[in-house]
């Protein structure tokens, strides 16, 4: 069964370092998302993206935060300058569709540590 | 505002009893609505959705879930638990066309003893 991946499982940066989180969506999706959940925290909608634009982004995703997919296979989400509170477990999904049953699948998360 | 409340943060029963979540959201317009499940260690799947017609819904694993409009409301059910079923459950409504973007609750972290 397809699923989506993500990779490092956990990265521990040092403040105001930069780090890029990559997912691999499942290969017939097209529309992208991340999110992320602060310990104790509610899961939060940082940015979607679709047709190689974002297509939407939430308070949260400022100009330190940023979205790439480079190739056929891999998004990406890089943070510039890494602050303490970005610590937190972030989440890649993809869909094949918007609505109807577009179907979000997640992937395993990445756990981030910003010392 | 959009928003989503999920009355229980922890629930603990034995294996049989029956289950259910409570989940009320806050969105203007059309909502669609899912219910995902993460067992430990395993990443967050689907347990089941609404988008239109019959209220009450059929998810995996035996769950099921009523929509009740004039209540805001998306409730969790289970007849019978397992000990397989512990697990975090969150209720995350979505608008519908071009709103993609699903709106989360803080989770009930379930817990079935055997």
């Known amino acids: 069964e397809p699923e989506v991946t993500q990779t490092p499982s956990h990265q521990v940066t040092q403040m105001g370092q930069e780090v890029i989180l990559r997912c691999v969506p499942i290969s017939n999706h097209l529309y992208f998302y991340w999110y992320r959940q602060i310990l104790g925290q509610k899961v939060e909608f940082l940015v979607s993206f679709y047709n190689n634009e974002i297509s939407e982004k939430s308070e949260i995703f400022d100009d330190q935060f940023s979205v790439e997919r480079p190739d056929g296979s891999n998004f990406t989400l890089k943070i510039r300058s890494t602050k303490l509170e970005d610590s937190a477990m972030y989440f890649c999904?993809?869909?094949?569709?918007?609505?109807?049953?577009?179907?979000?699948?997640f992937g395993p998360g990445t756990r981030l540590t910003v010392l | 505002a959009q928003s989503v409340s999920q009355h229980n943060h922890h629930v603990i029963l034995s294996e049989a009893a029956s289950l259910e979540l409570g989940c009320n959201y806050s969105y203007g317009g059309t909502v669609n609505l899912f219910w995902y499940v993460q067992y430990p260690g395993q990443h967050l799947q689907l347990l089941l959705k609404y988008f239109s017609g019959d209220p009450l819904v059929k998810g995996i694993k035996g769950f099921e879930a009523e929509f009740i409009k004039s209540k805001f409301s998306f409730n969790l059910r289970k007849p019978s638990v397992q000990w397989s079923d512990t697990a975090e459950y969150f209720c995350?409504?979505?608008?519908?066309?071009?709103?993609?973007?699903?709106?989360w609750g803080l989770g009930t972290s379930l817990a079935v003893n055997p």
């Open positions: 999904a993809s869909s094949d569709r918007v609505s109807g049953s577009g179907e979000q699948f």
């Open positions: 995350a409504p979505r608008g519908a066309g071009n709103n993609r973007k699903l709106i």
